[in-house]
């Protein structure tokens, strides 16, 4: 927060170097009584950890001792964000709050995904417009998350940086939602004003294009919130929790899948009339409840820290041309492991694209072969029917393949090594315990069902349990490893479409692909966020000028972008522009190998599919080249046990 005028000549430089100086700079001094009770407050901020402060530097006694004897230093409510203090684990519970708003972002994209086309359809939309309209979502993404992590990263709001652009991006979403159910009462009614014709072709032209411009809306929504929502994951979890916390939004991401393909065999109007009379309305009133729900509560349960002590934002030049030229400099500027994981990303999007998209198309075809082959003279009408049961076939296989995935999620965190343990607590002399591990908030989600049993309510359970669970993970499958594997695995299920010819064969190679699809969600995300936050970490240590480790002083002075808004959204650069260049190969596929709808044994889609496959097995080597931390930096060295090191 810059300030103008002669007030403004204490620099930002120096107030980030002593976060002490920033509030006296900023905050008139308080009365002398307050002083007098400053060493008291100080004392007992060290020994409370606060669980709205996840990324904390080291600290060493002798810091602590010159700390308390500032006594003319005044503290404010922030001073828990002011003070840098010892990582501590979040809760269970803690996560869940944290990335609960990106079940409401799934409900939505749910509801677009499954019911969008056919409701444009019913518009009056072509098939080939169609296409047009949902190259929004790869163009969305390659655009709008950068744009937005970009400028959340430079937001120095009081209440935090991520929080105005997930608000923002749920309110245009709800809207949008809105305006999309009803185009047509919203168009009839307004040129209805004016004498037009309800069934007229100009006002059917006139809902098509509001609909075309609130899809494309609805998509840049979408996508501001869901970079925001990303990028508030990494800000608020500890280093050592990133993995846990991407499961949790892996699992909330599922459970929001399994709602949204079991709302398919739901007649909700008759079951809600009072939401609207179709499925569609229904849908899109039931998405933004939950999407206001779930970021009402992660916003107001989750605090932020005050973006104003981390300095002045960046140089800011507005304009296209320079916002693209930022992306580009970001681009070369990443950290080595994130660029990795990018280059791994961009081929694994070109296989799943095909996947997602078309398996439904897959699954049909393979149930309507034998009808067709029986009934090689049937009418549109017929052919229009076969199709109409064996898109409920396709449905039923993906619910299954969202139950695996979702499966996958709750279990996987419990037997994959994790990549960074709990931090030891600060040893702290001069008189003054240290800081005792909270028993409910575990450091790994393996030691989570042992929360529940605390040592000192239950030892006898807490052991018991605790070294069940330990027994549980694999020593050499690591996040990285298992991600490697699913594109293995991958891989050879869009392979084995060369011998598949029935539907429940289909179904199954589709419930094993979900075990990978828990994965994808999983594993780049909490790899790459794991980064940002040990960089995080690092920035602000040196920042603060505490002692810090060897390691993260030297990440503190590497040259790279270690913001998580603009990190997360370069990511998404690297899923969506990969679904264009999917698309392109699709189509060629599909114009060299597709038959008439209504003719028995077309493989298109399977060559597609296969397709897929060859980008996860390239997607499987750029995997083998991403690096992981050393099993004795996980574990800790003597030198660590003196830090909190993340």
């Known amino acids: 927060m810059a300030h103008d005028g002669p007030e403004s000549s204490t620099s930002y430089e120096s107030l980030r170097g002593n976060p002490l100086r920033y509030e006296s700079a900023e905050i008139s001094p308080r009365s002398t009584r307050q002083h007098s009770r400053t060493n008291s407050r100080i004392g007992r901020s060290f020994e409370q950890l606060n669980e709205n402060s996840p990324l904390l530097s080291p600290q060493h006694a002798q810091d602590d001792e010159s700390f308390l004897q500032r006594e003319t230093v005044s503290l404010n409510a922030l ?44 518009l009056g939309m072509s098939k080939s417009l169609l296409a047009f309209v949902w190259i929004a979502g790869p163009l969305s993404g390659t655009l709008v998350q950068p744009y937005v992590g970009i400028k959340s990263d430079n937001c120095r709001l009081s209440w935090g940086k991520r929080k105005p652009f997930m608000i923002a991006g749920a309110a245009a979403t709800i809207v949008s939602l809105m305006a999309l159910a009803w185009t047509r009462e919203i168009i009839r009614g307004f040129l209805g004003i004016f004498g037009a014709d309800p069934e007229s072709q100009g006002v059917k032209v006139t809902c098509i294009v509001f609909a075309i411009a609130f899809v494309y809306i ?92 981390e300095g002045p934002p960046s140089d800011e030049k507005g304009g296209v041309l320079s916002f693209f030229a ?16 990018c280059e791994v990303q961009f081929f694994n999007w070109i296989g799943w694209f095909p996947f997602l998209f078309y398996i439904t198309t897959y ?46 999620n709750m279990i996987l965190p419990f037997i994959i090594l994790p990549t960074y343990q709990a931090p030891q607590p600060v040893r702290v002399t001069h008189n003054r315990p240290s800081t005792p591990r909270t028993p409910g908030t575990p450091g790994t989600m393996s030691q989570s069902l042992s929360s529940f049993f ?72 909490a790899l790459i966020s794991a980064e940002i936050s040990k960089r995080d970490a690092a920035r602000r240590a040196r920042n603060a000028g505490r ?94 046990d003196d830090y909190a090191v993340v």
């Open 547 to 640: 002692p810090n480790h060897e390691e993260l002083d030297n990440l503190a002075n590497e040259k790279g972008e270690d913001q998580a808004g603009v990190i997360l959204g370069l990511h998404n650069v690297a899923i969506a522009s990969p679904q264009i260049i999917a698309t392109l190969v699709s189509s060629l596929i599909f114009k060299l190998s597709q038959r008439d709808r209504g003719v028995a044994g077309d493989d298109s889609v399977g060559w597609v599919l296969r397709f897929g496959g060859l980008a996860a097995l390239v997607a499987a080597y750029m995997t083998s080249r991403v690096g992981e931390e050393a099993q004795g930096k996980q574990k800790g060295s003597g030198e660590e």
């Open 218 to 309: 609805l998509d840049f929504a979408i996508n501001t919130i869901q970079a925001a929502i990303r990028a508030f994951i990494v800000d608020n979890a500890p280093t050592h929790q990133q993995e846990d916390a991407n499961a949790m939004a892996g699992r909330i991401t599922g459970f929001g899948n399994i709602l949204g393909y079991l709302s398919g065999y739901v007649n909700l109007p008759k079951l809600v009339p009072w939401l609207g009379n179709t499925q569609f309305k229904v849908l899109c009133v039931i998405a933004a409840i939950a999407m206001s729900s779930t970021v009402a509560i992660s916003t107001l349960y989750i605090r932020e820290r005050d973006p104003r002590l």
């Open 79 to 122: 001073e828990f964000q002011e003070v840098e203090e010892a990582e501590e684990s979040k809760s269970v519970w803690y996560l869940f709050l944290l990335t609960l708003s990106i079940g409401g972002l799934q409900i939505a994209w749910s509801v677009e995904l499954s019911n969008g086309s056919p409701y444009l359809l019913s």
């Open 454 to 525: 605390p040592p000192a309510v239950s030892p006898q359970s807490h052991s018991h349990i605790s070294h069940i669970l330990s027994a549980c993970q694999i020593p050499w499958l690591t996040l990285r490893r298992a991600w490697l594997l699913s594109h293995i695995l991958f891989a050879g299920c869009m392979f084995s479409t060369f011998f598949i010819t029935t539907t429940v064969a289909a179904t199954i190679l589709v419930g094993f692909v979900g075990l990978a699809w828990a994965l994808s969600l999983w594993a780049p995300f």
């Open 326 to 341: 930022q992306v580009f400099t970001s681009m070369k500027r990443l950290p080595p492991q994130v660029r990795k994981v």
């Open 363 to 408: 699954i049909g075809q393979l149930h309507v072969n034998p009808y067709f082959e029986a009934n090689p003279n049937l009418t549109p009408v017929e052919i229009d029917e076969a199709w109409e049961n064996a898109t409920r076939v396709g449905t039923f296989a993906l619910l299954i393949f969202a139950i695996t995935s979702f499966s996958s």
